[in-house]
């Protein structure tokens, strides 16, 4: 019995062999692709009248709660149902998630997708994202501030529309660690092991980067990578702590940090009264959010008539108050409360920013994504 | 035997069998065709039997592999240790606090495992009571912590995977024989030898079953590092994570990911000849002759 049994799954093995082997043969000859885009076929989203049902992609902590917010104003104004999904946690997991089906031409029923600067560029050069008619959407190129007009990722605004913006800089416990001030400051071995980085590539590198003198937008790859060296030896002497998504908001509530690469915006998180947000003294990294139009977009007309609808002033506002990351519109500062009118976080001048720089990624992402994710997996 | 009851067996299989082919095998046959694909993001990957994939994902990985089994073994060993008394005692000294007992095994499940791993980031936090405990008995020093540590990450392991290891045990030492025992006490021998010579090896096939519901997921955790650990505490599922999401390197996380599933087997079915249990796989063994 038992050298037959044998045999017989000799043969089955042999089978399964000659079939996996045919499989792959034929998926040799199919010669499909997996990933990358198709670039030439760039269309323009077409609007159509607003109603029907929407599907909104946005970042968690960007929609004010209650029955009477933002969606439900919207939704009494237009009679348009929206279902608005808070399913982007980081750019490159969401794309991870999305790109098999953008490559499809479809978009998993979204009609708005909000992504940072560089992804929406990245999604752009793919062919993932249609283009926008500005005659479409008067009130937005009306009413959006004039400094946000013509980014360097997307002149003139041909595929993406601000949802807001924010700065990248560091967190400072002040009771603990008064003395961070720069960025370099995180480096110092003084309380080793509480202090975090963002894990984005495009947060601490560019401002590892400012603090050497480094302007990140002009940087070469291997500036990038001198950066990543350095960031690398002090996660591995125990000096960095973690690589953090939002976490660090936790981490500093925790008191398990005292200083910490993070966003302007992230203040109503972080429940530790010493906690503050500090412009580093060599400038800090600028970027927005942008909600984007992805192709095979269902119902853009509804898309726009959202889009347009958010960029009212009086309808921003509320959404800013909540946010606390800087509105995309003028003439919001006038409507919100006089703390927050008075919040150079959130009204931020010129002057405030005048060292900043874009977000920007390097020259060539591949070998610096691949030495960042070593230092992050490390 | 008349044909169809000859066939009754293949039916009953027919529903697993469809499961398995459905969620398993095309999904296995989807991920091999693309971990033998190349190219870039940009270009696309095109399958052209790129075995190269393989030596590949390994380089500059070693590290994150030996410190998941390092990790995952340690984690197995620790909820041994304790699941093991555990059962005993539940099976056998509980008396009427049996169930109650066991559903508390049982509870934690009843929580999703993200939200216990995160309730473990405040019980481990550097100012929590807990690690105050620790410091006052110089387990940890003065300045150390214990979130964003091997030490931590082991202990989220342990933690979360110890029921896999209680079940069996439990499962298998219910069924203990009791008269065995006493009868090896009759003929002379200590308790401990009693427990040595007659229940240990009874219970053999519970610690094999416990052993491999534990280290097998707590090889392939992320979680846990991701969550509890610092900058150096990456297991390979952070690395296959960041080479799906992050690098989108496709091929590379594929092949990483049936390597890994390879070194499992391999090192699974070394333990179950090394174990040496018949009884564990006595079912098949009894069919079969």
């Known amino acids: ?378 | 035997m008349s044909l169809r009851q000859r066939l009754v067996p293949y039916w009953l299989l027919g529903p697993g069998l469809l499961w398995l082919i459905i969620f398993f095998v095309v999904p296995m046959y989807f991920m091999g065709e693309l971990a033998l694909r190349s190219g870039s993001l940009t270009t696309g990957y095109t399958f052209d039997w790129a075995w190269a994939n393989f030596p590949d994902s390994l380089s500059g990985h070693t590290e994150q592999i030996g410190r998941s089994f390092f990790y995952a073994g340690t984690a197995t060993i620790l909820a041994l240790l304790i699941g093991y008394p555990l059962a005993y005692a539940i099976a056998f000294r509980a008396g009427r606090y049996r169930t109650l007992l066991l559903f508390a095994v049982i509870a934690p499940f009843f929580t999703t495992y993200l939200i216990r791993t995160i309730a473990w980031k405040t019980i481990l936090s550097d100012s929590s009571p807990l690690v105050s405990v620790l410091q006052t008995l110089s387990l940890v020093p003065p300045d150390g912590r214990v979130l964003a540590t091997s030490g931590a990450v082991i202990a989220g392991l342990t933690y979360n995977f110890l029921p896999f290891m209680i079940l069996p045990l439990y499962a298998n030492l219910e069924r203990l024989d009791l008269s065995l025992v006493e009868a090896a006490k009759d003929l002379y021998s200590s308790s401990r030898q009693a427990f040595l010579r007659v229940t240990l090896p009874l219970t053999m096939p519970g610690i094999v079953a416990g052993v491999l519901l534990t280290f097998i997921p707590a090889f392939g955790d992320y979680i846990n590092a991701q969550l509890l650990g610092g900058t150096q505490q990456a297991m390979v599922g952070n690395v296959i994570q960041s080479l799906y999401l992050n690098q989108r390197d496709y091929p590379e996380a594929a092949a990483l990911s049936f390597l890994m599933m390879a070194l499992i087997l391999g090192i699974v079915s070394l333990y179950i000849r090394f174990a040496g249990t018949g009884a564990f796989m006595g079912g098949d063994e009894e069919e079969a002759t």
């Open chain 1, 1 to 378: 019995m038992r050298g037959r049994g044998r045999r017989r799954s000799t043969a089955l093995l042999a089978v399964a062999v000659a079939m996996v082997t045919l499989a792959f043969g034929l998926a040799a000859c199919g010669g499909d692709t997996v990933g990358g885009g198709n670039q030439d076929e760039v269309t323009t989203a077409k609007g159509g009248p607003v109603s029907g049902q929407l599907t909104i992609s946005n970042w968690p902590g960007y929609m004010d709660p209650g029955p009477n917010n933002t969606i439900a104003k919207f939704e009494k104004t237009t009679g348009v149902s929206v279902d608005y999904i808070e399913d982007v946690n980081e750019n490159e997991s969401f794309f991870g998630k999305m790109q098999p089906l953008l490559k499809e031409g479809e978009s998993g029923g979204r009609s708005i997708f909000v992504v940072t600067d560089w992804m929406a560029k990245q999604m752009y050069d793919l062919g993932f994202l249609q283009e926008i008619d500005h005659a479409d959407l008067p009130t937005v190129f009306e009413n959006m501030r004039p400094q946000l007009e013509s980014p360097a990722f997307d002149p003139g605004r041909k595929f993406s529309v601000p949802w807001g913006s924010g700065m990248g800089g560091l967190w400072v416990d002040t009771a603990k660690a008064p003395e961070i001030r720069s960025v370099n400051d995180l480096f110092d071995p003084k309380s080793k092991g509480k202090r975090t980085m963002l894990g984005e590539l495009r947060e601490p590198v560019p401002l590892v980067m400012l603090a050497e003198g480094i302007d990140p937008v002009e940087a070469t790859n291997d500036d990038w990578l001198n950066a990543i060296d350095r960031i690398g030896e002090a996660a591995e002497s125990g000096q960095i702590r973690r690589f953090t998504g939002n976490d660090y908001t936790e981490d500093l509530t925790a008191g398990n940090i005292v200083g910490a690469i993070g966003w302007s915006g992230d203040a109503s998180i972080i429940e530790n009264p010493n906690a503050e947000w500090r412009m580093p003294t060599e400038g800090c990294s600028l970027w927005s959010d942008n909600m984007v139009i992805p192709v095979g977009a269902p119902n853009v007309g509804a898309a726009f008539g959202w889009m347009d609808f958010i960029y009212q002033p009086e309808v921003n506002a509320p959404l800013a108050e909540y946010i606390t990351y800087i509105p995309p519109v003028e003439g919001v500062q006038d409507l919100v409360k006089p703390e927050l009118a008075k919040d150079p976080l959130v009204f931020p001048s010129p002057k405030f920013t005048a060292k900043c720089t874009d977000q920007d990624s390097p020259p060539d992402i591949e070998p610096v994504n691949e030495a960042w994710q070593e230092v992050i997996t490390g």
